[in-house]
């Protein structure tokens, strides 16, 4: 229940903030963040002043910053405005090992765990505008290997540790991470295109697990390379046609885990010709994803350490073929 005339209960608070009674009554006990009444010395009334401190609170742990610190912070008031034409930010040192609300995130950037906070409080609000701070702040690829994927993989470990709990914070998250990735992925101009052939993405047949090859997207978008995204699961007969109907400079196939990976459908894509006699070309093939380790891959398959390496070897694929030579001359 609530009194407007009182002010809010603790119950109330919590459900607007996103976070638990329990967070509330922790950050009054070791911080001194509490209602500033209490109706017959127990019952707790948040006024609009106390909450106005709390959302402060929830901001400053949403970007990263450790909870004292925050709270220290949200009591003093808001910081003043840094002065007009001040440069970026320096990079934050990295912290040691702690909490982001209970998930496995290790040594890792504060916006990681100011990530993994927002997602647990399940903050939409918070987790979008910290995507798109660190992606304008850092870059894409950045943001992508210290921040995006540190804390989806720790709050997958999370769930896998958890029984049933977390999930809600897992798929929130992962669809917020896929919404910023895909608003970064600007296409490059009609012009652009011309002639170029296109990276061609997709998941092995069984593979649901598509944010990495996002992340691909988006970064080579940044890099005016023309993709076709194809997504979670394609089928090997639809890969086949997608190939030979597009002619691809590079296949990239992502498989998160070992039985996703399918080393015959590699060797397949990879031996894939077109082209009229004497012209011929067939497209480099990249397989992806950590369910490759250790898989026998066929000769001339590109295996890319990461985002990053993945990003290098596609812009010189792609720069090659776009300057009317097959990226991959059919030898046979």
Request: net charge positive; glycine share 12%; with cysteine.
């Amino acid at each position: 229940m609530t009194d407007s005339a009182h002010g809010l209960t603790t119950g109330a608070v919590a459900r607007s903030l996103g976070v638990s009674p329990t967070t509330l009554r922790s950050w009054d006990r070791r911080y001194g963040i509490g209602p500033a009444a209490r109706e017959g010395g127990r019952h707790r009334r948040w006024t609009p002043g106390d909450v106005a401190v709390l959302h402060e609170m929830c901001r400053l742990t949403s970007s990263g910053i450790p909870p004292a610190e925050a709270a220290r912070a949200a009591l003093a008031g808001p910081a003043p405005a840094p002065p007009a034409g001040r440069g970026p930010l320096p990079r934050p040192a990295r912290r040691p090992p702690g909490s982001g609300n209970g998930l496995p995130l290790g040594a890792v950037r504060q916006e990681c765990r100011g990530l993994g906070r927002a997602a647990v409080r399940l903050d939409a609000w918070a987790v979008d505008d910290l995507l798109a701070s660190v992606i304008a702040r850092y870059g894409l690829v950045t943001a992508w290997e210290e921040v995006m994927a540190p804390t989806l993989h720790a709050v997958g470990r999370k769930w896998e540790t958890s029984g049933d709990r977390y999930v809600e914070v897992e798929h929130l998250l992962s669809w917020h991470v896929s919404s910023a990735l895909r608003r970064a992925a600007v296409p490059p101009p009609a012009g652009a295109r011309a002639g170029v052939p296109p990276v061609l993405l997709a998941c092995v047949p069984g593979e649901q697990h598509t944010l990495a090859l996002e992340a691909l997207a988006a970064g080579l978008a940044e890099l005016g390379v023309p993709t076709l995204m194809f997504g979670p699961a394609v089928p090997p007969d639809a890969l086949d046609q997608a190939v030979r109907r597009t002619g691809p400079a590079a296949v990239v196939l992502w498989s998160q885990a070992r039985s996703t990976a399918n080393p015959a459908l590699a060797r397949h894509v990879a031996d894939t010709v077109w082209g009229v006699r004497g012209a011929r070309a067939r497209p480099a093939v990249l397989p992806t994803g950590p369910g490759w380790t250790g898989q026998p891959l066929a000769p001339g398959t590109l295996r890319p350490g990461g985002l990053r390496d993945a990003l290098h070897l596609l812009r010189g694929l792609c720069g090659t073929a776009g300057a009317g030579r097959p990226a991959v001359p059919d030898q046979s």
